[in-house]
């Protein structure tokens, strides 16, 4: 038997562009035992499927570090939440190095560029010499080189020793043949003077292009640490202290690590519930909007679950621990999402098959527009207008855009759906929710609550709810029945005195009976007064007509032999059903409805929610067969379910929609799952996925567009017909305005609104 693929997750370090990513993701696929590897330059992780018994962590962090790269350390007892806030405390350091080195950059350069501008005039040059001027250039531009452009050269010789090609490749060649060209000027002018070319310096532009893109990763390193802004809040949510009561009733403040099962966990008002559990005693409404996106606090007893970070708001209560740890709800959102972070989406393939050939592409590109330059250009200008354009062309086709288009957006998008209570799985369910053209609901607890309720409690002439509601009240309380469960609740809300029933005797398929307050008492269905003689006067008969037509299940109530009241009985329509239906055909979605009731049933509920194509006794096991009829006439369904039977239609489907008050079976099987018990999440869900994968398209087209278009100008297309060349640091410019264009494209998805 082969052994089970285990997944870890590597923090990478030293990336600064797609290609690195596509490197590292190829050495750590070509290491024995891997099955997959996938590395996100953006949230700047790999995840890795490997085989135990031919793979380890250990030589999957060699691969890594063979390849040039780093990884950041993970101790395995530290906490989610610890992980994160060391991972940004590294990020931190990284970013505040990466400031220091463009500011040095940046201010050297602010003297290197009017020193060099003296050049162009003539009427200064004759009171400086020449020879000084270009020597203090080159030891101003050498820290600039050496110590702000350090890391490019570093890379990019790495890069050289492993046969690969990436970002920093095209900055290093680039920058470095303008200053190795700059030095041979300033050490020997007078192998130029011999050629009959002006000895020229470009220490300006490989100061420049440094600056500027130093410019454009610092702006870039500070929008991605906002691209996992969502990560951050989840994880900031857990409380550092929970207050547990000991054997001997003392209540200690422990750390939320020190915590274990069984735990008795006092909450005060204000407080937050350090971890999941029931509670054992007392009642509240708690704030769980960062779980499931619900503004409105949420009413709990006795008996009912809490979850880790959600806010106590008002009353007290003290709960059992049943989770801890990365078995908690948070810990399993953040995992989720994390996860979904770190995934690929189907349209990312083509940018990846792009940068995997485009740096050798480029270079191979500069080096033709440099030949041809230097055959075809002017005599006395074809080597500096050659080297220009060759140093152009490797600058401005540095691919980050092309890196950061599709991760970034993903990255904002499942982030910005879990702040909804909208999770999901990986950005292949994302891609797959926008492609959705029909949406399929299983009535029962998805358009519908669920449960039965009363929905009408009628009397027959005479009678009064007051004498008759108890009466039934207290044989109902004895039945297990669910619609007898529902004339419980019913008569509680109305606050309907507890009376005794003595003699309770249930009768199998009709309803049951009791001795109430000295009378005979007669609930069920109308089987049951029918074989006790019992018949309606004209109106009862009539409202039961009415009731009927509704689609209602009624309930006959006789007292002492005569028929007192009938009680309707109907598994209600959410309250926002409707709305979000009419939501999600306005989307232009066809809202199709599945039910195992019958046809009269169906067609009230469709009607009273605005969906025109049902499908009615459905059994459980034939919704899977409906998710292909549906699929067999050409369209991509979206599933949405909540009960365990809803798991093969929600697998089927090409995305299912999971309730998240529904079973852990449906929320397995289901791409995208909704932590509220409300269709709004459903238009959440797809609206969010058309709107990232809009930004996506966006993205990559502008990438795409950027360098098919700025390659050939910086080559010198437009020179013979316009006079139009692309100086490098134009070029170095453009392209980080290119990255944070695409970045900044990324982050409008933070302004999306449930």
Same mark, same amino acid.
């Given at each position: 038997m082969s052994p089970t693929p285990e997944t870890t997750t590597l923090d990478i370090q030293g990336m600064t562009c797609a290609s690195c990513a596509s490197f590292v993701e190829k050495s750590l696929a070509r290491t024995p035992g891997v099955q997959r590897a996938v590395v996100n330059y953006a949230t700047e992780k790999a995840t890795v499927e490997y085989l135990p018994d031919q793979a380890t962590p250990a030589a999957l962090k060699a691969a890594v570090l063979n390849a040039g790269y780093g990884v950041a350390e993970r101790a395995p007892d530290t906490s989610a939440a610890d992980r994160s806030a060391e991972i940004d405390q590294q990020k931190a350091t990284a970013y505040q190095h990466l400031q220091r080195r463009f500011w040095v950059a940046a201010g050297l350069a602010a003297v290197i560029m009017p020193l060099s501008m003296l050049m162009l005039w003539p009427a200064l040059m004759q009171y400086i010499n020449m020879q000084w001027l270009n020597v203090s250039l080159l030891?101003? @531009?050498? +820290?600039?080189?050496f110590y702000s452009g350090r890391e490019f050269y570093v890379s990019a010789w790495n890069s050289f020793r492993h046969g690969t090609a990436t970002m920093d490749t095209l900055i290093a060649v680039g920058t470095g043949a303008a200053f190795l060209y700059s030095l041979a000027a300033t050490l020997a002018p007078g192998f130029f003077t011999r050629q009959g070319l002006m000895p020229e310096v470009y220490y300006d532009t490989t100061a420049t292009i440094i600056v500027l893109i130093l410019l454009g990763k610092v702006l870039e390193a500070r929008a991605k640490t906002r691209t996992s802004a969502a990560i951050r809040a989840l994880m900031g949510l857990q409380p550092k202290t929970a207050r547990v009561v000991r054997p001997d009733g003392l209540e200690v403040a422990i750390a939320i690590e020190q915590v274990q099962l069984g735990d008795i966990v006092v909450v005060r008002p204000g407080e937050k519930v350090a971890t999941d559990g029931l509670i054992q005693e007392g009642h509240s409404a708690v704030d769980e909007a960062m779980l499931t996106g619900? =503004?409105? +606090? *949420?009413?709990?007893?006795?008996?009912?679950p809490v979850f880790g970070a959600t806010l106590n708001k008002t009353g007290s209560f003290r709960f059992r621990v049943t989770k801890v740890g990365a078995d908690t709800m948070l810990a399993q959102i953040v995992k989720l999402v994390e996860d979904a972070q770190g995934s690929r989406a189907p349209i990312q393939r083509l940018a990846d098959k792009v940068s995997a050939v485009f740096v050798p592409a480029v270079v191979l590109i500069a080096v033709l527009t440099f030949g041809?330059?230097?055959?075809l250009g002017p005599a006395e200008t074809r080597l500096p207008l050659a080297l220009v354009n060759f140093v152009a062309v490797l600058i401005i086709a540095c691919p980050c855009a092309l890196g950061l288009a599709t991760p970034t957006a993903i990255m904002v998008g499942t982030g910005k759906g879990a702040e909804y209570g909208v999770l999901i799985r990986?950005?292949?369910?994302?891609?797959?929710?926008?492609q959705v053209d029909t949406v399929l609901l299983d009535k029962t607890g998805t358009i519908t609550k669920g449960e039965p309720? *009363? @929905?009408d409690f009628v009397l027959a002439p005479g009678q009064e709810a007051k004498v008759v509601l108890p009466l039934v009240a207290a044989v109902e309380r004895q039945s297990e029945h669910p619609l007898a469960a529902a004339v419980g609740r019913y008569a509680e809300a109305e606050g309907a005195p507890t009376l005794q029933a003595d003699g309770f005797r249930a009768v199998e398929g009709k309803g049951a009976v009791a001795t109430v307050a000295g009378h005979a008492v007669l609930v069920g269905n109308r089987r049951l007064l029918t074989d006790a003689g019992i018949g309606l006067a004209p109106e009862l008969a009539t409202q039961n007509e009415q009731l009927l037509a509704q689609a209602k299940t009624v309930l006959y109530v006789a007292v002492a032999g005569q028929a007192v009241a009938l009680i309707g009985v109907a598994d209600t329509v959410r309250p926002t059903s409707e709305a979000a239906i009419r939501r999600l055909q306005a989307l232009g979605l066809e809202v199709v409805m599945m039910t195992g009731d019958n046809p009269q049933t169906a067609a009230q509920v469709a009607r009273q929610v605005g969906i025109s194509r049902y499908f009615s006794e459905v059994l459980p096991q034939d919704k899977a067969g409906k998710v292909k009829e549906l699929q067999a006439e050409g369209r991509v369904v979206a599933m949405v379910g909540d009960g365990i039977n809803d798991a093969p239609a929600l697998a089927q489907a090409d995305i299912g929609l999971a309730m998240g008050t529904g079973t852990d079976v449906a929320m397995e099987a289901a791409g995208i799952t909704l932590m509220r018990s409300d269709l709004q999440g459903v238009v959440t869900a797809i609206a969010l996925s058309r709107q990232t994968m809009r930004t996506i398209r966006q993205n990559l087209f502008f990438a795409f567009i950027y360098n098919t278009l700025g390659i050939p100008?910086?080559?010198?297309?437009?020179? +013979?017909?316009?006079?139009?060349?692309? =100086?490098?640091?134009l070029a170095a410019g453009a392209m980080a305005l290119s990255s944070v264009s695409v970045l900044s494209n990324s982050l409008r998805l933070r302004g999306v609104r449930g």
């Open positions: 030891v101003l @531009t050498l +820290p600039v080189m619900e =503004s409105l +606090p *949420v009413e709990k007893k006795a008996g009912d041809l330059w230097f055959l990986n950005a292949e369910a994302l891609e797959k929710a926008y309720m *009363v @929905t100008i910086a080559a010198g297309v437009l020179y +013979p017909f316009f006079g139009i060349l692309l =100086s490098p640091m």
